[in-house]
Each structure stands twice: as C-alpha cells, then as structure tokens.
C-alpha cells in the first residue's frame, strides 16, 4: 500500500508530507521512503493560528474558518505529495491535522482537538483519508500522545540496550524501548518532556526584532543566538522548577501550558536580559529536560528527529547533558535519525503514514504502557475518497516489527527536498 503522511506539528510553521510504500513481510512492516516535501503555511494562515492558540480566546466562527483554510492547505500538500513522490498513484492518506487544543488537567487528558477537515483532503485528491487520530485513544484513557510510540517501538525493538526515539518539535517527546530494563518492567514507556523549541520560537519572535533582511526573526536559525548569548542561572533555575518536570510517565503537554505568557512571567522575575541570553538559557533548558528524563533508564543511544536537530548548539548541549559525543564516545550517543533510514526532518510525517496503514487494516495504533490507555485502539476515523470504499482485509498476522528499506546496510534511502 501506498501512502501519503501529513503533518504539521506544535511548531505550526509547515505541512510536512512523507510518502512510503508499505508492505507486510511476516510479522514485520517494510517501509520504502519515497520521498518527503514541505510546504510552508503562507504568512496570513500561520498569524491567524498563532493569534488563535492558547491563550488567546477563540468564537467558533474562526474556529470554523481555520478548519476549513487548514483543510484546503492540507488537500494541497497531498496533492502536491501524491504526484510527486507517488506518481499520482497514492492509496491512502493519512493526516494528522493541526492540534490547537490538548485539554490536560490534573495529570489526565479529558480531550484534544487536531483541526485540518479531511473532507478537503478527499475531495482534492479522491483518496480515503484517515484522520483524527488522537481521539480514540483519550477516549480509552490514554494522553492521546506521543501517538508515533508504536512506530518508535516497532522500527527500535531488538537494537541493543535501551535506544529512545527523541522528537525535537514545538514539544520534545521521547519514547524508550528498554531492553528489559527494570526501570519501566520490561515495558516501552513514551511521554513529553517539555518544551523543546516552543520557548526557544516564542522568546525569538517576541524579543528579537528582525534579521539583516529585515523579516522578523521566526525562530534561531542554524542556534546563532544560543551561541552568542551566556546562561543566566536564576532564570534557568526558576524554570525548572516546574512541577511538569517532576510528574510520572506516562504523561503529556503542549503550548497551552508553555507559551509567551508563561516566559514572561519568567522573565519579569528575573529583570531585562539580553535576548541571547533568554535564548541561551531556553536552549539549556531543553536541553537539560530531555536529558533529565531519558536519564533514569539508562539510555545507551538517542535517535534525534524534528526541527531542532537542526539547531547545533542544542544538540551539543544534549550530548554535553548525556555524557556523549558525536563520535559515539561517552555514555550514550546521540545521533540523528537519518542514520538509520528515516530522515530526521520528515520522521513524524512518516510515522503517521504508518499509523493509518494500521488503521486500514483494522489494526490497533496505541501502546498502552505508552500512552496510558487502558487497551490499544484502532485510531482514526475514515473519510472516502471516492465512490465506494475498499479496504484491505486485516492479516493474520499483526506486525511487531518495522524495517525501513534503503536503511543502515541497504543503501540509502530515497528522500525529495
């Protein structure tokens, strides 16, 4: 089966899209990558989300419209994806949506939103859509997230030691896949540690004015603020202490909780800074948070993907933080998913075109020791694409193990910009 995954994270900058042929080989999943593309929110869409999320109040009448133009942007990465990676030959599409809300309260998520109507989806590119995939799994009692833990866990499971899954969004997120490491009972755990670049976007766009082109600063490209600005301790320490930080897994978050408002609140404890410094001390924090969580299971090797891989300064000090270094020496080593197959800008993207792999084959998409539901779910819901609906019959036998064709020993993959 072919499939096309969408995906716009917290960072909510762009559609990344990811096509991959699927195929069952026994009890284990072969992905081919065909390719990945992005394609950017244009500037009034991307302000009238950002200006739409919490905190900010909302009457449906914008939640409606958001719908609606986040739906046709969609249809338009798919379209875009299906002819150019697929040939215009695409089975299935599998979106994920925009999250604009994830109602967390009191350790327990009671609901989530993902906007991005796939009617639009369907009708432009006459494909089924699976979409609204978080749902089911709140709804079982789970955190409806980290979702690609069952893509994590599939694609890790047997590597030796405790290999975690790192996404370096808006929010970090990591998924441990313990060798029988008695810190988790044998089981796979997967949970948000943070925020990752949220803070690090919301402290550049806010106090960093414009670049030498004079367009304002989106985010800190390439870590340059990082690197030229100085830690400020008392900000970092009153940031970590954060009672999120403390809580159990399996457990969830997102920019409700850290955004603008909450920086500055911060801030104003600490008096003026220069903006390098806040970014400085935001890019520590991340890095400290993820290592501060992956560090009780003995993590013997980190595989990076999202946006922030491609900030340097954080990655060195993540390496700093877990005692390792890009060679492979130290406690743990930290490498990029494009190591092993998957490219580490596109990952999620391609977890999710997995996700409704699963779902079409009425297969289950959730760990529970993961997500904290009560059983696994099949996710998702279904929309047509065209007249008729024809889906493939469930096999006898459930995957348990994901390879990606072209990976370490088999060439390297195919990707497209």
Known sequence: MRVVGLMSGTSYDAIDAAAADLTLDGDTLVLTPLGAISTAYDDALRADLAGALPPAGVDLAAVCRLDTRIGRAFAAAAVRADEELCGGRADLVASHGQTVFHWAEDGRVHGTLQIGEPAWIAE?????????????????????????????VMWLRGRPGVPVALNLGGIGNVTVVPGGAKETGGEPLAFDTGPANALIDAAVRALAGRDVSGRPYAMDAGGALAARGTVHRPLLRRLLDDPYYARNAPKTTGKERFHLPYLRAALEECGPLP??????????????????????????????????????????????????????????????????????????????????????????????????????????????GGPGLHLPRPPATAPGRLTIAGGPGTGRPKHAG
């Open 124 to 152: 432009a590119t006459g494909r089924p859509v699976v979409s609204g995939f978080r749902t089911r799994d709140v709804a079982a009692g789970g955190q409806g997230a980290p979702l690609v833990s069952i893509v994590d």
């Open 275 to 384: 903006v390098e410094d806040v970014v400085a001390t935001l890019t520590r924090l991340t890095a400290r948070t993820v290592a501060d969580a992956i560090r009780p299971f003995g993590a013997t090797e980190v595989i990076a993907s999202g946006g922030g891989t491609r900030n340097p300064v954080l990655m060195g000090l993540l390496r700093e933080e877990l005692g390792g270094e890009p060679g492979g020496a130290g406690r743990c080593v930290v490498r990029s998913s494009d190591e092993l197959g998957l490219p580490a800008g596109a990952k999620e993207a391609y977890a999710f075109a997995v996700l409704g792999w699963l779902t079409a084959h009425g297969l289950p998409g959730t760990v529970p020791s993961c997500t904290g539901a009560r059983h696994a779910s099949v996710l998702g819901s279904i929309t047509p």
